[in-house]
């Protein structure tokens, strides 16, 4: 015993030889882990806060919504706190007029292009094949064309929204142009990833107008400009364009200022489309109407402090919503609870039936333009068969 007394005295006087007691060693190693975990949160911060991601202490938030719930939602917009509403709309909006989506396993656009022989199925939407190879796509084109579908509940619940005076923009990601279709004005919107509306020469930069492309789509033939001979694409947005300016400078001046973000039919996968949530302000709620959840935060963002995406499941969410079903049935629900449901019914109801009166008095005016070209490609006929 008085050994190990001893032997524990010599360790204690080596220590105290060093000028550091084991205490103090620990103090200081407990001080230095301490300086360290504070540098590493300091540069954890200073990152974050450069890019954009920094969110604030849980117990610093602000209380948004009184629920995060649907509820919740209609009650912030029943209070009048909802000035400046910005949607965001994906695939998912135009499924129920029949427009298949991308991704979609068996339905999606990109599943159904074996026929075309594609080096993959992106390659339709690269501009570098486009180039090359023009002809896949417009034969797509052709039965996608707009014109050829209706606008969905969806669609007109955004047109609702802007006629009670609530929308300050709406952003696409469509190119389908049924916003404009459901009477949306242009001013309102922004097509991020471009639209059918216009379409220029690739060579000279002469633009043409939607019908004078659609006559040539539905011709079969590949459109070429009138000028040079160019290949006319339409002003949709390939892989490996840049995105419209318009997109970029009314993100600047829309989302600062935006008070309600509803984001519809979007599996928020693309960038810089997806991004676009991070933009609105934290006192900004956020409203998802998906099939499924989109746009949360990953782990690593959670893990290094970031407030990038949405939170619906954080204990310390105070401000972002998730409805998951169709589009077209949140959008109905939404009018619903706010007193706009019969409204949107009768809306829905009335342009659909003025779309197909239309329709059918262009269908009326083509057949005697057909019929009277019948005769001349018979004399045609009968003069080679002569």
């Known amino acids: 015993m008085a050994s190990a007394e001893r032997e524990d005295n010599e360790t204690r006087g080596e220590d105290s030889a060093t000028g550091v007691s084991s205490e103090t060693t620990s103090r200081s190693s407990r001080h230095g882990t301490s300086e360290d975990e504070g540098a590493i949160d300091m540069i954890r911060r200073y990152l ?4 954009g991601f920094y969110e604030a202490d849980s117990e610093r938030k602000p209380k948004i919504l009184d629920d995060t719930s649907i509820d919740g939602i209609i009650k912030y917009i029943e209070e009048g706190r909802c000035k400046n509403l910005i949607t965001m709309a994906g695939a998912g909006i135009s499924t129920s007029a029949g427009i298949p989506d991308f991704r979609s396993p068996g339905s999606g656009l990109y599943h159904n292009l074996e026929k075309y022989n594609l080096p993959d199925p992106q390659a339709i939407f690269e501009i570098g094949f486009f180039r090359l190879n ?22 007109y619940f955004i047109r609702l929204l802007n006629e009670k005076g609530l929308l300050r923009r709406h952003y696409t990601q469509n190119i389908d142009t049924l916003e404009r279709v459901a009477g949306l004005p242009g001013e309102k919107i922004v097509e991020a990833h471009g639209t059918f509306h216009t379409s220029h020469c690739l060579e000279c930069k ?15 033939v590949v459109p070429t400009c009138d000028d040079c001979n160019g290949v006319v694409k339409p002003d949709i947005v390939f892989f490996g364009e840049n995105l419209p300016s318009r997109f970029f400078s009314c993100v600047e001046k829309d989302f600062p200022k935006c008070d309600l973000l509803i984001i519809l039919g979007s599996s928020l996968a693309v960038q810089p489309f997806a991004s676009l949530i991070d933009r609105a302000p934290k006192e900004c709620p956020r409203l998802l109407v998906n099939r499924e959840k989109a746009g949360q935060r990953d782990r690593l963002m959670i893990l290094l402090g970031m407030g990038s995406g949405m939170d619906f499941d954080s204990e310390n969410n105070t401000r972002d ?9 949140g959008c109905q629900m939404l009018a619903d609870k706010l007193g706009w449901g019969d409204e949107l019914r009768k809306l829905v109801k009335e342009e659909h039936a003025r779309i197909d009166k239309e329709k059918k008095e262009e269908a009326s005016k083509k057949k005697p ?9 018979k004399k045609k006929t009968d003069s080679i068969s002569q």
Not at 145 to 154: A, D, E, H, N, Q
Not at 321 to 329: E, R, S, T
Not at 369 to 377: L, V, W
Request: charged share 35%; aromatic share 14%.
């Open 321 to 329: 919503v998730a409805w998951l079903g169709d589009c077209d049935d």
């Open 134 to 155: 023009p002809k896949p796509f417009f034969t797509l084109a052709k039965e996608l064309y707009p014109g050829s579908f209706k606008p969905t509940v969806c669609h």
């Open 48 to 51: 974050a806060e450069k890019l």
């Open 206 to 220: 002469q633009e043409y107008s939607l019908s004078w492309m659609k006559e040539r789509i539905f011709a079969d």
């Open 369 to 377: 333009e057909e019929s009277k070209k019948e005769p001349e490609e």
